[in-house]
């Protein structure tokens, strides 16, 4: 083989074997392997993704963290023996990072061992952004000055550059390990197992259980910082043991990792529970309840003004507004299917007087549309009808989920559903489509990429409705994301129970990702509630249902807005668009003629005339983040001028108060997209 590339099979191998021979002989031995290029390589078989990534170039073979084989996860040192498609990932992929922090939070558990001999090990996977590990510590002590210790030894461990390997183990071997181990968290994940399905990952002299998707060994890990401790309830049930998690997150280079502390800082900074006091948009009480937010004059302002932003947009694209109670019998959301999917989720049934009678606090609006909709007969020229509301819904989230805005208990959606005839389906999908664009641009959400949402076929009871129905409704959702050009991605299984969706997956300004705007198609409430619509042939048909949701919810939309912007609203959202600030009580009277040509223009000021220093209200106004001050001396009270100054950027310069009205609103008007139906 003195001739030939490490891997790649030549013919000059045997110069002499007959065709037929040499087809079996090269069928038993070699194998094809496809790239994401659909360019075809053909290898010995036994071949490793690794030794794959060499004979393409050293190069990529230094970076390559993990592979798929056939659409499934291995480890970069398997041995392939099949044809298939392969992919090899670096850390630049989403599939490369998993991989990495997974493999983290392996030596994480090997420190934690190391350092604590009698602790238990439980469940350690990757997340978005690093990893964690529940850990039962017993009698010791945990806490998070602990941390830098456990550091220097994941560190150390991590140099040793241990190999990782897999290795299968039988249900009998893993139970019998663990009850050496005497780790009843292990045991009872071994029990929920099949045998044959079982395996374990070693490296050096620690060994866990583990399903695989490993670096090929430690020494990638250059660099980690255990960031948080935190209380967790064994497999997340308030009854069961509650463990200590350990946050980490781990990079190939120390410069990347410097990097995401400083983020970290920029984002505690941007916070939305920090931002939201400071400009006393919203609050919470426990007498109220966990949960359940508050929100205060000026953060209501802000909710009404993004609420009216959109009801105008709505208008021009023919919705109606409806109104919905709070609650509904339970009969209504055991016909929708909520009751028997979201049960378990939502507040516990209502009593009432009446015997046997039970409401429960909405956890949708769909249902309470559907009977809207269903108030009178509807012809095929009446569609589509397109029901919009801003509507307040209820989930009894776990309190150890609870995140100021962002995961609450009460929310309002801005919520809509279209009925339509099929043939209907895809123009209206894309106009939704651009509704939320319309959105996005206007708030300055410029990075995103669209998630095409299917079901999960080998999990059918997840889901509600005819496969028939939902190969319709998916098709129409990819149809429609291909026809705008939406960057999309599919994920299998993260359908609705009653329909797939598109959701939009946005990038803030520190790089994070929220899920913001959804819309879903949906055939199989129409058929529960039994709506229907008569067709030109007299005849009577099902409608389609078109749900959708361009904030997704007031409350997160708001918190995610906060942490975007840092506080720094576009200029037409403000609660404040300018603050008036006196330099002395002499100059009130013409400080309120000031404010009142603002208000007269629609421009939102505050007058500032307090008996303080100039200096003081100026820092004060910075911390407020109003975009524009304007300061009133002898000086601008002589000659009918102001001074203005900008948020973060001093002074600008004196003007007339005509011109500065003109300039304020250009910029509102620049700063808000136009919506054209």
């Known amino acids: 083989m003195e001739n030939e590339k490490k891997g790649i099979f030549s013919r000059t191998l045997y110069p002499n074997t007959r065709p037929t021979i040499f087809a079996q002989l090269l069928n038993n031995i070699m194998i094809e392997i496809r790239f994401p290029d659909q360019s075809i390589r053909t290898y010995e078989k036994g071949t490793t993704a ?5 004979s393409i170039s050293e190069g990529l073979a230094r970076n390559v963290l993990s592979a798929s084989f056939n659409g499934k996860t291995v480890e970069a040192v398997t041995p392939l023996g099949e044809d298939g498609d392969l992919r090899l990932y670096t850390w630049n992929d989403q599939e490369g990072k998993t991989a ?18 009698d602790a238990k090990l439980t469940i350690g996977p990757a997340i978005e952004n690093g990893f964690y590990y529940d850990v039962d510590f017993g009698t010791a002590s945990f806490s998070e000055k602990d941390l830098p210790t456990l550091e220097k030894q994941f560190l150390d461990f991590a140099r040793e550059k241990f ?39 070693d490296h050096a002299d620690f060994t866990d259980l583990c399903r695989g998707g490993h670096i090929p060994h430690t020494g990638f890990v250059k660099a980690v910082k255990l960031l948080s401790v935190a209380g967790a309830y064994w497999r997340g049930d308030e009854t069961k043991p509650q463990l200590t998690r350990i946050y980490g997150i781990s990079f190939p280079k120390q410069k990347e990792l410097t990097e995401y502390l400083a983020l970290l800082e920029e984002a505690k900074k941007r916070d939305h529970r920090k931002l939201g006091k400071e400009l006393e948009l919203f609050t919470f009480s426990q007498k109220v309840g966990q949960g359940l937010p508050l929100w205060l004059p000026k953060g209501t302002a802000l909710r009404e003004r993004l609420e009216n932003f959109l009801k105008k947009a709505q208008a021009r694209a023919g919705y109606e507004q409806v109104i919905s109670p709070h609650i509904g019998n339970k009969e209504l959301y055991m016909t929708s299917g909520h009751y028997e999917k979201y049960g378990a989720d939502s507040f516990q049934p209502i009593q009432t007087p009446a015997e046997g009678e039970e409401f429960l606090l909405k956890p949708m609006n769909c249902p309470h549309h559907c009977e809207i909709y269903k108030t009178k007969p509807w012809s095929y020229r009446d569609l589509p009808k397109r029901y919009a509301e801003f509507g307040t819904v209820y989930r009894y ?6 995140h100021g805005l962002t995961r609450v208990r009460g929310f309002t959606q801005d919520d809509a559903h279209i009925f339509c005839m099929p043939e209907q389906l895809d123009e209206e999908f894309k106009k939704v489509i651009d509704l939320v664009l319309y959105v996005f641009s206007s708030l300055g959400f410029e990075n995103f990429t669209a998630q095409v949402s299917l079901r999960d076929p080998e999990k059918p009871e997840k889901y509600i409705g005819a496969t028939k129905n939902w190969e319709l409704a998916e098709q129409a959702i990819i149809n429609a994301a291909k026809e705008k050009n939406l960057d999309y991605v599919i994920e299998t299984g993260e359908a609705a129970f009653y329909g797939p969706k598109l959701d ?22 129409p058929e529960r509630f039994e709506l229907t619509y008569k067709g030109s042939d007299n005849e009577l048909h099902r409608p389609v249902m078109i749900h959708r949701a361009p904030f997704g919810s007031m409350e997160r939309f708001v918190a995610i807005l906060l942490e975007h912007t840092g506080g720094n609203f576009p200029l037409w959202l403000m609660p404040h668009q300018v603050n008036i600030l006196c330099v002395s009580e002499k100059h009130k009277n013409y400080a309120q003629k000031v404010l009142s040509f603002l208000e007269n223009h629609e421009i939102r000021a505050l007058l500032d005339d307090r008996n303080e220093t ?3 209200k100026i ?12 300061i009133l001396g002898e000086k601008e009270a002589e000659n009918e001028t102001v001074s203005l100054r900008k948020h973060q950027e001093g002074d600008i310069g004196s003007f007339g108060i005509e011109q500065v009205v003109e300039q304020l609103k250009k910029e509102i008007k620049e700063s808000q997209a136009t919506f054209e139906v």
């Not at 989230?397 to 609870?402: D, R, Y």
């Open 163 to 201: 190999e990782f390997k897999m290795r299968m183990s039988s249900k009998a071997e893993a139970l019998a390990f663990y009850q050496k181990e005497q780790n009843p968290f292990k045991l009872e994940l071994i029990e929920n197992l099949e045998d044959g399905t079982i395996s374990f990952c």
């Open 397 to 402: 989230e776990q309190s150890g989920e609870l």
């Open 100 to 117: 990495f922090w997974h493999s983290s939070a392996h030596l994480l558990a090997q420190s934690i061992l190391a350092l604590y001999p």
């Open 614 to 616: 100039i200096g003081k």
């Open 619 to 630: 820092r004060e106004s910075e911390l407020s983040k109003v975009p524009y001050m304007i």
């Open 504 to 525: 939009f997956m946005v990038k803030d300004a520190l790089g994070r990702k929220w899920q913001l705007g959804t819309i879903q198609v949906d055939y199989n409430l």
């Open 50 to 54: 690794l030794e794959i990534a060499q």
